[in-house]
C-alpha cells in the first residue's frame, strides 16, 4: 500500500526523505500537519519556560545552572558559624597539647650510688734492717708496718721482770719520727691477762665527776716510754679508750689507749699469750694498732 501524499515508500512504516510536496505539508487530504511524536519516557516541558524555549537560556548547555556571565556556577562559601566552630576546635586542640607537654611530670632524677674513694696504703721511704736469726717469738713481728720499718731491736728486760718468757723493744721510723714497740711472750693466756691488769692499775682511766661536771684528770700520767717522740699539736687530744681486742668475731684480749696532752699516746693489748705496747705521736700510735698483724 502506497502513501496518498505520493513521493513513494510504504507509508505509514516509512516516509520517504526528499522535498516535501505540498500535500505532504498539509498532511493527509488537507488535514493539518501531524506533531511528532516523543520518544517514551520523555514528558516534555512542564513550565512555561520550559515551553517557551527559555531552558537552555537560563540553564544553559544540558540544562545545568550557569554561573555569571555563562560560565561554571560559583562554589558556595560555608556558613560563617560553621567557620568560627572549626577555628575554636582548632584553638582547643593545641591549648590542650600544650598543657599536656607542660604538666607533664619531670623524670625521677637519677640515684647515683655512693662511691667509696679508698686512699692508697702509704709505703715506707726508707729500708728496714737485716734480720738474721732470732727467735720464732721475734721473726712474727714485722719489719714494716705501713710507711714505718724496723730499724732497732734489742732485748727489753723489764718484759722479763714482769714475767715475759722473752721481751723485746722495736724501733720504728718512717723516716722522720720513731714509734717504740714492746712486746713480751708469755707462759700462757693468763700470765699475759695479769701483766695486762697491772698496766691498767698503773694507768686508770679517768671517771666522770658527780653532778655531771667534766671528766677528772688522770691522777697519774703515764710519761712516754723512752725512744718515743711526737710532733706537737693543737688539736685537742683524743679521748683515753679501753676495750677487747677481737679476731675474727672472737675475743682474744683486751686494749687501752692513753693519749697525753703533748700528742704523745701509749697504747697497750694483749692477744692470747702476747703483750705489745706502742708508744709515740698518738696519731701513728692509731694507725700502727689498726693495722699491727698481731
Same mark, same amino acid.
Given at each position: ?103 607533664? *611530670?619531670? +623524670? &625521677?632524677?637519677?640515684?647515683?650510688? @655512693? /662511691? ?6 702509704? =709505703? #715506707? $721511704?726508707? %729500708? !728496714? ?83 655531771? *661536771?667534766? +671528766? &677528772?684528770?688522770?691522777?697519774?700520767? @703515764? /710519761? ?6 711526737? =710532733? #706537737? $699539736?693543737? %688539736? !685537742? ?58
Amino acid at each position: 500500500m502506497t502513501s496518498s501524499a505520493g513521493g513513494g515508500g510504504n507509508w505509514p512504516f516509512e516516509r520517504v526523505v526528499g522535498e516535501p510536496s505540498s500535500s505532504a505539508a498539509v498532511g493527509r487530504a488537507g488535514q493539518p500537519p501531524e506533531r511528532p511524536v516523543a520518544p517514551a519516557g520523555f514528558t516534555g516541558p512542564t513550565t512555561p519556560e520550559h515551553a517557551s524555549g527559555g531552558t537552555a537560556a537560563s540553564h544553559g548547555i544540558g540544562g545545568r545552572p550557569s554561573g555569571p556571565g555563562g560560565g561554571r556556577p560559583a562554589r558556595r562559601r560555608p556558613p560563617l558559624w560553621l567557620l568560627v566552630v572549626v577555628g575554636l576546635v582548632v584553638v582547643g586542640g593545641v591549648v590542650a597539647a600544650i598543657l599536656l607537654l607542660t604538666n607533664r *611530670e619531670a +623524670p &625521677a632524677a637519677e640515684v647515683l650510688e @655512693a /662511691e667509696t674513694v679508698t686512699l692508697p696504703v702509704p =709505703t #715506707p $721511704t726508707v %729500708e !728496714p734492717i737485716a734480720r738474721e736469726g732470732g727467735t720464732a717469738f721475734q721473726q712474727a713481728i714485722p719489719s714494716t708496718v705501713l710507711d714505718h720499718v724496723v730499724k732497732e731491736i734489742v732485748e727489753h728486760d723489764a718484759l722479763l721482770l714482769a714475767g715475759a718468757v722473752e721481751g723485746w723493744k722495736f724501733t720504728y721510723t718512717d723516716g722522720a719520727q720513731d714509734v717504740v714497740l714492746y712486746a713480751g711472750q708469755f707462759r700462757d693466756a693468763a700470765t699475759a691477762e695479769a701483766a695486762f691488769d697491772q698496766v691498767l692499775a698503773a694507768n686508770p682511766l679517768p671517771t666522770p665527776a658527780e653532778g655531771g *661536771e667534766e +671528766p &677528772a684528770e688522770p691522777t697519774e700520767p @703515764a /710519761e712516754p716510754t723512752e725512744g718515743a717522740t711526737a =710532733t #706537737p $699539736t693543737t %688539736e !685537742p687530744a683524743p679521748e683515753p679508750e679501753q676495750g677487747v681486742v677481737e679476731v675474727d668475731g672472737q675475743q682474744v684480749g683486751r686494749f687501752l689507749f692513753l693519749p697525753r696532752e703533748d700528742g704523745t699516746a701509749s697504747l697497750w693489748w694483749t692477744n692470747t699469750t702476747v703483750l705489745l705496747q706502742l708508744d709515740g705521736a698518738a696519731a701513728d700510735v692509731r694507725d700502727l694498732y689498726a693495722a699491727f698483724p698481731l
